[in-house]
């Protein structure tokens, strides 16, 4: 009889009660699991780009437009290698519920900005560029809506109260599989026309020639339009696509309480198991001690034992959270985030630690009274 | 016969120390059943409960929300002319034209910020008459074009430069904070209001963004939204103020839906929990049952009598959850962005128990635990009696 043999002994002794507890343990770290990894993905969802890119935008708010001879002024910039204008359409597809990212984009230049992007035919790029009432839908957008080079895409904007008619000329790849697709470009001197030429421009993006230039380009751009009549804030693409992050309030103070309270509550529970097994075995426990098993022995059993549960049960939880996968993918559709989601490894090692902790402190008083059990009064107990 | 209730909270109390284990993790689950609920009740009560169905909001036709919206002052003239607007003291109409902006506030403790609404707004917006509730709690009200503002006291909290007395600068120009406003619990509470014309001229607009109105009479409703939309000069739509706070909501869905996900997933745990203490419970006892069976109860008094242990360890544990949950719970308060909704403005709300909420996570309690105990139970009522007496 090897020690595993007498923790297993110990764990079939009352298989319900195990089987119990371990369903416990797997509901879980199955909940916090899927809770930390969509944290972990509403986080992470940004995209990580190779290219030096910062955005301009109004400094009062993203529902304040900028002005387009402001182009010029930032191309003319030390440092900056293209300009491109960015206006949020915000437009409704038929329905809407139909919701994906339109942006009116300058059709000449917008590819110099995000080559690390988008891949798309010169054929189409010039397409785009000849056509004025022109689209290009990425790859996302096609799969869902099934569209066909030289359809007619109608949107309505409820902001602008403008209703484009456009034409798919291009379809773009995104070259990095995991981050959404589903992104549509149209001219901006066609959004610019259908609402009497105001001159105006949601965003710039700025790509820059190196680097190491864009914290000294980001305060030069702001400096520059400081105390103008259209104040800027020119930002890093991470630190803009994190601002929405954060505007999805405290999610992650919110999941550090809901997972305490959880393993607390389990912990508990794994406690309480643990504490009525080595209960009822204490003149088991006696005996043993009297055959030549040491106190640090007895205690290596009853938290093998422990762990043992936490480890089938954690187990369980994790991989049911992994088997998920495909079905948060899926969910993707209403969520944006989960687009192209991947179980963060992170998360799933924070997951095995958290049950491997549990294992240990819920075994750790039962364990170290079993023991210190004295003999003599073990075996006199009537269980 | 059964036997007396004495009996089973006498034995759930005879093994103090794994009752209180189980009474707590049992405690835990109910607190996050109504820190969860009280989030989404939060949300819902700062949007559904904003806006009377008495009053009607006209928006610019096909506007989804009053910041994308476009009301002319013509339009809002032609509009306090219309008989379904009800009419106040001095047979003035009762209707407010209001201009709702966004500037980008950075939270307390954050670099980052969210997007507030500043709301323009004409005396009369404050009047009861309206159906706004909203009351100055602390300072005073905003001098017309004067640089003043008045903020809720969700927002005092949650943004920096947002406390009394202090200095907000956008637009090319320092706005002091003079007042703390108390919207009860609406949206209002997210907003920050302003002079209109101050705050018209300061973003460079000429047009408000919304009308809001009482009605005269609540049957005139149908009648003025039909004249409204029917009208070709007008371009506008209206809608009750209640409706276009409830399609608000819409945005929030799937929260909602990941709360009450993970309220299940961890409830599946406590019923195991729960079936683990009354198996516990009914192998400890396996000779007393034997007795008890043996001196002529039937299966069934033993089944309840482990069933009734199950409902006290769930109302123990259930009261010793719900009544922190309930006290503390109401005490936070957050603040999320509301994308699906097209306002794009941060929503400040305090978390919301009702005493609804108390009850369900209570009665949730109960029945998880008695069924969760019913297996154990059943087993308990099932034993052969001469083999139980039989085991040590």
């Not at chain 1, 799969?143 to 109260?161: E, V």
């Amino acid at each position: 009889m090897t020690h595993f043999g007498l923790v297993v002994r110990g764990l079939t002794r009352k298989k319900l009660r195990t089987l119990f507890t371990v369903a416990s343990l797997a509901a879980t770290l199955f909940g916090l699991t899927l809770l930390f990894s969509l944290v972990w993905a509403i986080q992470n969802s940004g995209r990580k780009s190779t290219v030096p890119r910062v955005i301009t935008h109004s400094a009062s708010s993203l529902a304040v437009n900028l002005i387009y001879p402001m182009r010029q002024k930032l191309e003319s910039m030390d440092g900056v290698a293209a300009v491109t204008p960015y206006s949020w359409f915000g437009g409704i597809y038929k329905d809407r519920r139909n919701f994906f990212a339109q942006f009116a984009t300058d059709p000449r230049n917008v590819w110099d900005l995000f080559p690390d992007v988008w891949e798309i035919s010169e054929a189409q790029k010039q397409a785009f560029i000849q056509t004025r009432t022109g689209a290009v839908a990425g790859e996302g957008l096609i799969a869902k809506y099934g569209w066909k080079l030289g359809d007619k895409i109608s949107l309505q904007s409820p902001i602008y109260g403008i209703s484009p008619e456009l034409t798919l000329v291009g379809i773009m790849k995104g070259k990095d599989p995991d981050q959404p697709s589903t992104v549509m470009y149209f001219q901006h001197d066609y959004w610019q026309e259908l609402r009497g030429n105001p001159g105006d421009v949601g965003s710039f993006w700025l790509r820059l020639k190196n680097p190491a230039d864009v914290p000294r380009v980001m305060r030069a751009v702001d400096q520059m339009f400081y105390n103008s009549d259209h104040e800027t804030k020119t930002e890093t693409e991470k630190a803009f696509q994190l601002q929405f992050v954060s505007m999805l309030g405290n999610i992650q103070s919110l999941a550090i309480f809901v997972g305490t309270l959880a393993v607390v509550s389990i912990l508990l529970i794994v406690g309480n198991t643990m504490a009525m097994a080595v209960r009822e075995r204490t003149s088991e426990v006696a005996v043993l001690k009297t055959l030549g098993f040491t106190a640090s022995q007895v205690l290596a059993l009853v938290l093998g034992e422990s762990m043992a549960i936490a480890c089938l049960g954690g187990g369980l939880g994790i991989l049911a959270a992994l088997a998920m996968t495909p079905a948060l993918r899926a969910a993707g559709q209403f969520a944006p985030f989960l687009q192209g989601y991947k179980p963060a490894l992170p998360i799933f090692v924070l997951a095995a630690g958290l049950t491997l902790g549990i294992g240990l402190l819920a075994g750790a008083i039962p364990a170290w009274n079993s023991s210190r059990l004295r003999v003599v009064e073990g075996l006199r107990k009537v269980v | 016969m059964g036997l007396p209730l004495k009996y089973s909270v006498r034995n759930v109390f005879a093994r103090p120390a794994s009752t209180l284990l189980t009474a707590l993790a049992i405690a835990l689950w109910a607190f996050l059943f109504i820190f969860l609920s009280g989030f989404v009740e939060g949300i819902r009560e700062a949007l559904v409960s904003t806006g009377s169905a008495d009053n009607v909001l006209v928006l610019r036709q096909g506007a989804s929300s009053e910041t994308n919206s476009g009301v002319t002052r013509e339009q809002a003239q032609v509009l306090s002319t219309l008989t379904q607007v009800a009419r106040g003291k001095a047979d003035t109409p009762l209707l407010v034209s209001e201009a709702m902006v966004l500037i980008n506030l950075p939270k307390v403790g954050s670099q980052y910020g969210a997007n507030v609404g500043i709301r323009g707004v004409e005396p009369l917006s404050f009047d009861p008459q309206m159906g706004r509730h909203v009351k100055i709690m602390q300072g005073r009200m905003f001098q017309p074009m004067s640089g003043e503002l008045v903020v809720s006291r969700n927002v005092s909290g949650r943004y920096q430069n947002c406390t009394l007395g202090s200095t907000l600068h956008f637009e090319h120009r320092d706005w002091k904070v003079v007042g703390v406003f108390d919207a009860g619990g609406t949206a209002f509470d997210s907003e920050i209001w302003g002079d209109r014309e101050d705050v018209l001229q300061q973003f460079k607009r000429n047009a408000f963004s919304s009308v809001t109105f009482r009605l005269a009479s609540p049957g005139g409703l149908k009648e003025v939204v039909a004249l409204i939309a029917g009208d070709q000069r007008l371009q506008l739509e209206a809608r009750t103020e209640r409706s276009y706070y409830e399609a608000q909501q819409r945005g929030m869905e799937w929260i909602k839906f990941i709360f009450y996900a993970l309220a299940v997933v961890f409830s599946v745990s406590m019923f195991f929990a729960a079936s683990n203490a009354i198996y516990s419970a009914v192998q400890g006892r396996t000779r007393e049952i034997g007795t008890l069976r043996a001196i002529g109860f039937s299966g069934g008094a033993v089944m309840q009598v482990f069933l009734l242990e199950a409902l006290v360890l769930g109302i123990l544990g259930g009261l010793l959850g719900s009544i922190p949950a309930s006290l503390l719970v109401p005490r936070m308060s957050t603040g999320i962005t509301n994308f699906g909704s097209s306002t794009f403005s941060d929503t400040s709300f305090h978390f919301h128990v009702s005493p609804q909420l108390f009850g369900t996570s209570l009665l949730l309690c109960c029945l998880i635990s008695v069924v969760g105990g019913f297996l154990p139970s059943l087993r308990a009522s099932s034993m052969q009696i001469t083999r139980v007496l039989r085991e040590q």
